[in-house]
């Protein structure tokens, strides 16, 4: 079983920063793969972020590059995603989401089919 649960979300302005926060249970060691996907009204959800939790490795959704950070504390069972720079654009839902056993090329794809595992999301709104 793997639970997850987000936090961190809340109003900003434009140009302002949030720090998500995901915190990660799971009986069977550390999920492969864990990203952060995003779902804004009327629209489908779509992949930001994920981290191979051993190797370390990242990938980025273009529309967030340089903008968002990955990162991890493996030994809090944690996973942020640090947001910068953020437009009325980047306004939804935050979920973060586990691939217990997924290869990091498919994981890369952030595909949400792909992802075993989602905790309940977190609301980001950005104002102009």
């Known amino acids: 079983q793997v639970r997850l649960e987000e936090s961190g979300g809340g109003s900003v302005q434009t140009g302002g920063s949030l720090r998500l926060s995901c915190v990660h249970s799971r009986t069977a060691g550390v999920s492969n793969c864990m990203a952060w996907f995003r779902q804004a009204p009327g629209k489908e959800r779509e992949g930001v972020a994920v981290i191979h939790s051993n190797r370390g490795a990242t990938y980025y959704a273009d529309f967030v590059k340089g903008r968002f950070t990955i990162s991890q504390d493996k030994s809090a069972g944690k996973v942020y995603l640090e947001m910068t720079s953020l437009e009325p654009e980047d306004t939804a839902i935050y979920y973060c989401?586990?691939?217990?056993?997924?290869?990091?090329?498919?994981?890369?794809?952030?595909?949400?089919?792909?992802?075993?595992?989602w905790g309940q999301g977190t609301q980001v709104t950005v104002s102009s």
């Open positions: 989401a586990a691939a217990p056993s997924t290869a990091w090329g498919t994981c890369r794809d952030l595909r949400s089919v792909v992802y075993n595992y």
